[in-house]
Antibody, heavy 126, light 112 residues
Framework: QLQLQESGPGLVKPSETLSLICSVS??????????WGWIRQPPGKGLEWIGS???????YYNPSLKSRVTISLDTSKNRFSLRLTSVTAADTAVYYC??????????????????WGKGTTVTVSS | QSVLTQPPSVSGAPGQRVTISCTGG?????????VHWYQQLPGTAPKLLIY???NRPSGVPDRFSASKSATSASLAITGLQAEDEADYYC????????????FGTGTKVTVV
C-alpha cells in the first residue's frame, strides 16, 4: 500500500529557503505510472498545487511559484523533495506531498492526486 | 491564476441529497480536462473521492456521484450522513499561462 510522509523544519525565517522531504513507501518512485507532487494549504484557506516531478526527472511548476520552486527526486532513497526560496509569511501553510496518477494515453492535464501524505505545517516567522 | 468556483457552504439533514457545483471556464473544464473531487475531513489531509469526472476509487461509497458538462461539474451526496461533514474541493487543469493544476474554492458541507 502506497504511503507518503512529509518531513522538514516547522519554522523557517523570512527570506530563507524552505526544504521538505516526502518519503515514499509501498512502491518505487521510479515508475512511469505516477507523478510526484507538492500541494499546500494556508491556514483557513484552500488548496494550491506547487509542482510535480516525473520518474524521468521532468518537472512542472505552478507559474505563480516557478521562480522560487525546485522539486527533485532521490531514487536511491525513494523520496522526493521541495525547495522554496525567499519565503515570506504568505508561504505559511500545511504542505502536502501526493502521488499524481497518470491517465494512460493522456497528457499531464488529466492526472489526479490519488494518495496524499498527512501534511506538515510550516510557519514563516522571525 | 484561474480558479474553479464552488459555493462556500451547503447543508442538509441526514438522509437528504446535497449537490456542490464547480464552475470553470474555457481553459480548464471547458477545454475537456477531467474534473476530480477530494474530501477533507476536519484536521486531516484531502482524500480522493472522485476521479476522471465520474469514477469512484475503491472504498468510496456509491452515495457519492459526480457529473460534468460544458464548463462546470457537480458532486452529489445522497443519503447524507454525519460522517460526510467535511470540506470538498474540485480539481482540474488549466492550460493558460503555462499550465497548472487548479482547485476549486472549496465547499463546507454541514449535516444539520
Amino acid at each position: 500500500q502506497l504511503q507518503l510522509q512529509e518531513s522538514g523544519p516547522g519554522l523557517v525565517k523570512p527570506s530563507e529557503t524552505l526544504s521538505l522531504i516526502c518519503s515514499v513507501s509501498g512502491d518505487s518512485i521510479n515508475r512511469n505510472s505516477f507523478y510526484w507532487g507538492w500541494i499546500r494549504q494556508p491556514p483557513g484557506k484552500g488548496l494550491e498545487w506547487i509542482g510535480s516531478v516525473f520518474y524521468s526527472f521532468s518537472t512542472y511548476y505552478n507559474p505563480s511559484l516557478k521562480s522560487r520552486v525546485t522539486i527533485s527526486l532521490d531514487t536511491s532513497k525513494n523520496r522526493f523533495s521541495l525547495r522554496l526560496t525567499s519565503v515570506t509569511a504568505a508561504d505559511t501553510a500545511v504542505y502536502y506531498c501526493a502521488t499524481l496518477y497518470v491517465k494512460p494515453g493522456y497528457n499531464i492535464g488529466y492526472n489526479y492526486m490519488g494518495v496524499w501524505g498527512k501534511g506538515t505545517t510550516v510557519t514563516v516567522s522571525s | 491564476q484561474s480558479v474553479l468556483t464552488q459555493p462556500p457552504s451547503v447543508s442538509g439533514a441526514p438522509g437528504q441529497r446535497v449537490t456542490i457545483s464547480c464552475t470553470g471556464g474555457s481553459s480548464n473544464i471547458g477545454a475537456g480536462y477531467d474534473v476530480h473531487w477530494y474530501q477533507q475531513l476536519p484536521g486531516t489531509a484531502p482524500k480522493l473521492l472522485i476521479y476522471g469526472d465520474t469514477n469512484r476509487p475503491s472504498g468510496v461509497p456509491d452515495r457519492f456521484s459526480a457529473s460534468k458538462s460544458a464548463t462546470s461539474a457537480s458532486l452529489a451526496i445522497t443519503g447524507l450522513q454525519a460522517e460526510d461533514e467535511a470540506d470538498y474541493y474540485c480539481q482540474s487543469y488549466d492550460n493558460s499561462l503555462g499550465g497548472c493544476y487548479i482547485f476549486g474554492t472549496g465547499t463546507k458541507v454541514t449535516v444539520v
